[in-house]
Structures are given as C-alpha cells and as structure tokens.
C-alpha cells in the first residue's frame, strides 16, 4: 500500500507557521500522527481540530491561486465521467466537472500532485485545469455520480425471486465492458436474497469458484470460467481500489455498493495461494440507532451509562452474528456525548461523523502494537479496538482503561458456555475485572445486555 501524502501541503506546510495559522511544535505533531495513520498532513490537522477543512482550503487557495469549489450543491457534466475512472477517481480523490473546448476542470484534494495531472491528461487527451475542493465533498460526488460504468450500479429487493440465480448473467451473450460488473452485481443480489454475508471466491482447476458461507455452513455456488477469471478478478479488485496487478502478497479493500437506496459495504480481502489467490468478501449494513436494536431500556441505560466511564463494553457472539454492526450503532450513541471516540481497525467499515477512525497499515509498519502505545497522545475518551486478542494487547487495553478510558471490544464466542470456557485462562483475569457491561449476540432477535454483577456470575 502507498503511504499517502499531498504535495501540495508539503510544499505549503511552513507557510501555516509564518502566518500564524499552527505552531512549529503543533505541527511536527501532526506530521507524526500523519504518518502513524498513513493520511496526509492536511487531514491529521483537520482530524486533531487545529484547524477547520475550510481554513485549510482558504489558505491554499490564497498561496496557489487556484480557485476552491465548494461541490456540496455542485451538478456535475456527466458527460465528462468518461475521462476519469471511478478507480483513479477514488485513488486520486478527483473528479471532473466540466469540460470547456479541449479543457478539463477537474476538482483535486492535490492539484500539484504533477503525476497524476500528467496522468489525466495523458488519459483524457486534454488540458487540464484544477481547482481545489474538500476530500469529503469529493468522496460523495464520486459515490453520487459513478453508478453504472464503473460500479456495480444498484440492486434493488424489490425484484426479490427465490429462484434467482447469478449464473444466468454470467451466460448471458454479452460482450461489453459492462458484462462483469453485471456478473459481480448478480453475485452480491443472490447473496442478499439467501440472506448471506460472506463470500469467498477461490481458484480452482476449472475457474474460480463461488461459495457462499452462512452459520459456518459453505456450499458452492457456481464457477466463473478459467478465460473470464483474469477480467472478473481485476476487475472486483479496481472497484475495491486494489491494484489489480500484485497478487503476490495480501490486500484489503472495500467495496460500496447500493441496494435501493442504501450504500453498502463490503471488505474484500485478497491472499495469495500455492494455486492462486483467494478472495474473501463480507457484506456490512450500515449502522441502526442503539434504540432499534436494544428494544429493552433498562439495558440501553446500562450502555449509556457504561460509555460514560471507564471500563471495557464486550460484544460478544459466533462469527458473522453481527458483533461490528452493533459495535458501530454503540460508536453512533457515543456521539452524542461530545467526547473524543477513536478506533483501530483493520479497516473501517462505515465513515461516522465525529468519530476518528484510523485504519492499522501493516506494510508502513502501523500496527495494533504501535497503534495503542501511541492512541494516548491523541487523549481518547472512548476507544473501539477491533479483535483484541495477544496478552500484550490486553494488557495494553487494561492501561488504558486504568488511565479512565472507555474502551468497546468484540469477542468471538458461539455461545454462553464458549464464552465461560474461553475466559477461564488465567491471561483474561485482569480483563475480566474490568468489563463494565457485555453484549452477547445469541441471534439476531436475541440479543442481551448484562451488568458487571452479572458478568462476574455467568464467566468468573
């Protein structure tokens, strides 16, 4: 994975001291925690609130002289979608607006990034001219406007048909470009329809193989053919925005995807095999309100009040019972006390206002082990760690929870009895002790909240 940076910031980065805007010492930090969390300098000072998006896009529109856009209520020429993909759109966080004779607007996080301007204009076959505009303004044109050429465009449950079956796209005699999105969108609706969130596609003598994984059962669901593999892989892998040409070594992407009106996501997983590489792809729901998934209020007054102080909120329950979904709906609750929330994750499956989310990047060497000595700098209130599971990293959890954190976990366990045994082992005492109130998911209309008394009864 590349580490990111903006050019244009480097360039610029000094000229935010001389006029008064950060201080030195202020902004080595921000250096230093952009590198931590792999973004560039501009979003660890937007992030750290030193300074607002708005006064950071003013600045440089001062110093460069390139105009800003504001794209919030900016209609874009469709037309001009061609001249961009959606993968180097979402790569490069640009995405053209118009097009005036043989010039090409184009709104740019980066706009003196030259190897992506020369990029362009060696694609689209013309000028360009940039002008500068926020990354999250820019996220949400390229989700509003690339639909159909370069996404898997929208499923909708309303054709919902038991007998549905993806293989009848894949047969279809269809020789455009679009013919393997059609296929990885008839993939993800058969999913849906059977109720599955996991899928793995794995390479085998005939094609790639797709399996569909519900309640630890597998069961294939067909094979792509071995001349159509190559296309449908790199393909999958340009809309997760992985690079299509390494399979050598493991990558995790994400996938967006709208069923109606809804985005989802998926994490695409990409790992190299002795006969190829095998891809695993989970689906996430976007997060409810706390209020629609914990029905009783007695027990959602016990995780509000957990969120307030410090301890450890344990989710619990088997594998894809739906422990991260939850665990975001907690994050969202969270919000609305006005205090600093983070999480480490591998990746993040939603983007949540007001919550710093950082993703762990282990070929720039940011791990969860530097991952949480570090956080504290960042002075955190609540901490989302993703599947804590080394006794150094509980005993790193355990300080920060001695240092009044809250801190939200997940814990794989198929049941009450898995748990019980699980947390028997002497390396989970101190965690034990303090656990302020657990979630276990037994399914997914039942779901239960117990209290630190409680909890010492049923795991102790």
Known sequence: MEVVTNKTLEKWKYELVRDGLVQYEILEQAENLANAENINIGQALINSGILSEETLLKFLEQKLHIPYVNL?????????????????????????????????????????????????????????????????????????YYKTSDTVDKIFTNEYDASFDWRDELHKDDLSEEHIQKIIRAILKQALFEGVHELYFEQTDDGLNVVFKK?????SKGTIPLILVTSFVSKLKLLSNLDPSVCEVPQLGKLNFKVDETTLVASISAFPTIVGERIALKIYKPPKDLFEIIKDERQRKLLQASLEKPGIILVCGSQLSGKTHIIYSLLLEAVKLNKNIMTIESLSKYNLQKVHQCELNENVGFNLDKALRFIEFQSPDIVYLEGVKTKQAFDYLSELV????????????????????????????????LISSMIFIHSKDSIEVFDKLAIQKYIA
């Open 72 to 144: 919030e209520d900016y209609s874009l020429d469709v037309n001009c979608l061609r001249y961009i993909s959606f993968a180097d759109a979402s790569k490069y966080k640009i995405i053209p607006l118009f097009k005036i004779e043989d010039v090409l607007t184009v709104a740019m996080t980066d706009p003196l990034d030259l190897f992506v301007v020369d990029k362009i204009m060696e694609t689209a076959e013309c000028s360009i001219e940039p002008v500068l505009a926020s990354e999250a303004s820019i996220l949400n044109k390229i989700d509003e």
């Open 402 to 433: 001695y240092n009044d954190k809250t801190i939200i976990t997940e814990f794989m366990a198929n049941n009450m009895t898995d748990l019980r045994e699980k947390m028997s082992f002497d390396d989970f005492q101190s965690f034990k002790s």
């Open 215 to 219: 309640q630890n059962d597998a069961w």
